[in-house]
């Protein structure tokens, strides 16, 4: 019953906001951020704080660690974990974004199997939505600085380690700023359960530094533009989850961006900190504004102390 109020209560904002922020008004800023890129690791939370339209089917690719940490001591683990997500930022205007940045389908296939607890399995994950606007649009200064609530629904697949917990908030502020062919930006957030046994309280920051190397040569006017692009992730533990769920009683640790196992002893390991490299490649032909993206991102932290001994993310953006 507490699930599906706020659920409900989630769609409501979602369905008023939708109605109404077609008609907010904002301050039209002179210049263009469409020069700049999306950041590609950290794909649920880590978003450009400007806004525009677009589509983007993308999927992560993650190597499990050879064991992981437990209070029962290293337990075997090996093999991967696949997510496949389509994510839309519908754009009001300069300001104001609708963004669904959380759903598809995970595959779960790890090669040490312990009935029903660790299987192979295949399911939904959560499905996440929410709101950005940007508080400061300087084009002049090449500068943004946004706000932005994501609220997860717990409808995903159990088997996949979704669906714990009633949902979470997600609020975060982001920034970006342009210097020459250079992009720096930057998020930091919070995953805030609205079931605190069932999932745990995080905070987390993302980092990403890019070079436009066409910029340099045919200025903004390149048809094919590459960005080599270098990204770090952090994510910390603030209140472990108190989940009774086998595996969330014995882990030593947190599940990252995508999986909140609600671990009871992840405050042994609270920290997990990822470095990704990779390029963005970007089509500025009129009759195929798409980007395409890629990563290889491995853990600074123990990979023992999460779900990641290394992950593969490629994506494809289709520019409104």
Not at 83 to 111: C, H, M, Q, W
Not at 126 to 135: N, P, R, S
Not at 176 to 184: A, C, T
């Amino acid at each position: 019953m507490r699930r599906e109020k706020i659920k409900n209560l989630i769609l409501m904002v979602l369905a008023i906001t939708l109605v109404f922020g077609i008609n907010i008004k904002a301050l039209k800023a002179e210049g263009d951020f469409d020069k700049f890129i999306k950041p590609v690791t950290n794909p649920v939370y880590f978003d450009e704080p400007f806004n525009r339209t677009y589509v983007q089917i993308l999927t992560a690719y993650q190597h499990l660690p050879s064991h992981v940490n437990t209070t029962i001591g290293p337990v075997p683990l090996d093999g991967h974990l696949q997510l496949t997500a389509l994510r839309i930022n519908y754009a009001v205007n300069e300001r104001f974004s609708i963004v669904a940045a959380k759903d598809g389908y995970i595959d779960f296939k790890p090669d040490i199997r312990i009935p029903n607890v660790l299987e192979d399995a295949s399911g939904w994950g959560d499905i996440a939505a929410g709101l950005k606007y940007a508080f400061i649009l300087d084009p002049k200064n090449e500068f943004v600085l946004s706000g932005k609530v994501l609220f997860e629904f717990s409808q995903g697949t159990r088997k996949v380690f979704q669906g714990n917990g009633d949902g979470n908030a997600s609020p975060s502020l982001s920034f970006l700023k342009g210097y020459k062919n250079f992009q720096l930006c930057g998020i930091v957030g919070g995953i805030i359960p609205f079931d605190n046994g069932e999932e745990s309280t995080m905070l987390y920051d993302s980092w990403h530094v890019s070079y436009d190397l066409m910029g340099r040569v045919y200025g903004n006017d390149a048809k094919n533009k590459i960005f080599p692009l270098v990204e770090l992730n952090h994510f910390r533990v603030l209140d472990s989850g108190h989940r009774n769920e086998l595996v969330a009683s014995v882990a030593k640790f947190e599940g990252g961006d995508v999986i909140n196992l609600g671990a009871q002893h992840s405050n042994d390991h609270p920290d997990f900190v990822t470095l990704g490299v990779g390029f963005r490649y970007r089509s500025n032909y009129s009759f195929l504004p798409i980007d395409f993206g890629f990563a290889y991102e491995f853990p600074l932290s123990q990979k023992e102390n999460g779900l990641m001994s290394n992950r593969l993310t490629w994506d494809l953006m289709y520019r409104f």
